[in-house]
Structure formats: structure tokens, C-alpha cells
């Protein structure tokens, strides 16, 4: 059942659906006077007081607790994040290479202009003394990278291909969540890779599959005001569509595609989905796609959902929050039944945990790529 609550001191509407939300745990102490008596009636009206006439006892201030929570991150993002962009200067890198529709007959020069360009952008942030941009742009100019995509500039885009994607019958797409760029890319790459492995190994006999990393957005960071909102997503989903698009005219109509979308990075599929030409999109670790339900996402995929034991996304307040013209949060939890997605076990890990090899979400991830749909284990 849903609660609306309007707090008279930020003027911020929460909407909660599907379930109890988890308490905050506000950073500093309650002062002495009207909020600390909230905090205080707060926790012994759920039970986690010691002491307390249960006649005296209120309900908690939720709503008031969580306006003053994420205005505090929003807060702390706005002094957070330019301070964190002024510390880096522009490292300079080439425009991206200018390349034709891409097709199966245009795969291979794609690469290898793409290539070309990384061991451009590597030598200029060598030039300007970044060394660290300069290994990872070398790493991706390396013979049989395939890129399907290169960008050098700024946090930098690349999309790149493990497999045969020109042959192959089933691809994943994998759709990264906050703090993934280029300086973090091998994270992103380990992930992809682990995929391609448990793919390679469960795949029957004449299945050929391929796995295409694509970070071809601006992820937030996860401490920022932009992690707690839809609007890098928004920014994003037409790039995704476009991607899709794309494998579509080197692979054909036939092949599987599946979308596994992590963290924030559900939010960007969540934004993609209507209409998208993907058989299953998988959200892990998923704070909410931006919409209440799987028939709100109109998309004709078989939509999964997994969360690990050990995943601090748990704790994530599935709000609605509307702060001047802006909205905050991500709607209903994809675990919660309510919302309608297919759950599938994920083990006990954490918020990095989903690839680590043997476990049941990896397992699960490449039956539902696969299109072993009867063989994944239920949540």
C-alpha cells in the first residue's frame, strides 16, 4: 500500500511502494528539541527503543526522515562532486573515429579503427604526463581487442566484444551501474569476461555466444547527486536503443539478446526497455528501474530480477520524491513480487559479486542467456 506524505519543513512528496522501507540512520546526532524527539519517538514507536509507555509511544516520522536524508546527500553531492571534477583536468584524447553503418561486413574495419584511435588517445594522455589513462587506452589498442566503439575524451565511452559476434546465436549485452569510465574499465572488463567463460562452458554444442561490454554512457557516481536521480539514465537510453539497434544489423533478426543490466545501470534499461528487440533483460542489484512495475517498462522481454544476500541495495529506500522539478529516487523495488519480475537466486555476495565465478548468480545469469529458462533457480 502506498504512503504519500507531504513534510511541511522541505516541501518534498515520498511516495513508498511495495513494502516497509528500512529506517535511516541520520550521520550526525539528533539536537535537543522537536527533531530529536521525532528520532527518539521515531524508533520506539517500531520497536527498537529500549524504554517507553507503548500508550505514549507515536508512529514514526518517516516521510520527515527521509526529506532530510536525501536532501542531506544532495546536499553533500553538490559540494562533493566539483570539487571531485576540478581535481582531474581534461585529459586530451582524439575525436572518435569516423566509421561506416555498421553491418557484418563492416565489423572488422570497425575494429580496427577504433584500435587505431585508443593507441591515438594513449599516446596523447602519455604526452600529458597521465599515465594511467595511457596504460588503459594502450590496453584497448592492443591486436584482438574488438571495439566496437571508442571514445578517449573526458570519462570515456567503449563498447567492446568478447566472442564472435558476427556468428554468434546469443549475446548479452552488459550495462554497467555508477562509477565505471574508462580509468575503471578494467573492473568492468573482469566482469565481462567471467561471463564469457561460463557462456563459452555451458553453451550446447554449435551455440556461439558472444558478450558486448558496453559503457557507452556517463555513469554517475555513487556519491553524487546524479546516482539518486533518472536523468543520466534518460541521457543514456537512446544510446542503449541505438547499440541494439546496431547488433541487430551485424546478427540479424534470429539471435538472442539479452540485456544484464547492474546497479544504476537497471535504471538505464528500465528507461530503454519499450520497444527495445531483446528476448530477457536481467536487473542485479537493481535500486529500482524508475517504474512500478514490469508492464510500466512495455517491453515484450522476459524480465529477471536477483539480489545478493550480502547487497547494501537492500537498504536503498524505494521512494519517489519530487524535489524542485526533479525526481528523486527509483519506485518500486524489482524484488518486490509486486512488481512483477521473474527472481532468480543470486547467492549470498555483495553489490560486486554477481560475476564471481560458481556463483548462483553467474550460473543463472548465463542459463537466462543461454535461453535455459527452465534450468535458472528461483528466488
Known sequence: ?????????????????????????????????????????????????????????????????????????????????????????????????????????????????????????????????????AAVDGSLAAPGRHLLAFDGRGSGRVTEVDGDLARADRVAVLVP???????????????????????????????????????GYETPGTVSATVLTTGRAEQAAPHLRHLVSELRAVVGERPHLTLVCHSYGSVVCGRAAGGLDVSDIALIGSPGTGADSVARLRTPARVWAARGGDDWVADVPHVHADLLGTTVGFGTDPMDPAFGARRFQAGKGGHSDYFTPGSPSLINLTRIVLGATNEVQGD
Open 177 to 215: 551501474g555508477s562509477d565505471t569510465s574508462l580509468d575503471t574499465y578494467g573492473r568492468f572488463r573482469r566482469t565481462a569476461r567471467a561471463l564469457s567463460r561460463e557462456l563459452a562452458r555451458e553453451a550446447p554444442a554449435g551455440t556461439r555466444t558472444a558478450v558486448v561490454s558496453w559503457l
Open 1 to 133: 500500500m502506498g504512503l504519500e506524505r507531504t513534510t511541511p519543513d522541505t516541501g518534498l512528496e515520498l511516495t513508498a511502494r511495495g513494502g516497509e522501507q528500512t529506517e535511516c540512520r541520520e550521520g550526525a546526532k539528533d539536537t535537543e528539541g522537536r527533531e530529536g524527539r521525532e528520532g527518539r519517538e521515531g524508533r520506539e514507536g517500531t520497536g527498537h527503543g529500549t524504554g517507553g509507555d507503548p500508550a505514549r509511544r507515536k508512529p514514526p516520522h518517516r516521510g520527515r526522515r527521509w526529506g532530510r536524508a536525501l536532501l542531506a546527500v544532495l546536499v553533500a553531492a553538490a559540494v562533493v562532486v566539483p570539487l571531485s571534477a576540478a581535481a582531474r583536468p581534461r585529459i586530451p584524447a582524439p575525436a572518435p573515429a569516423a566509421l561506416a553503418p555498421l553491418t557484418r561486413a563492416t565489423l572488422n574495419a570497425a575494429y580496427a579503427a577504433n584500435r587505431a584511435n585508443a593507441a591515438e588517445a594513449s599516446r596523447m594522455a602519455a604526452a600529458h604526463g597521465d599515465t594511467g589513462r
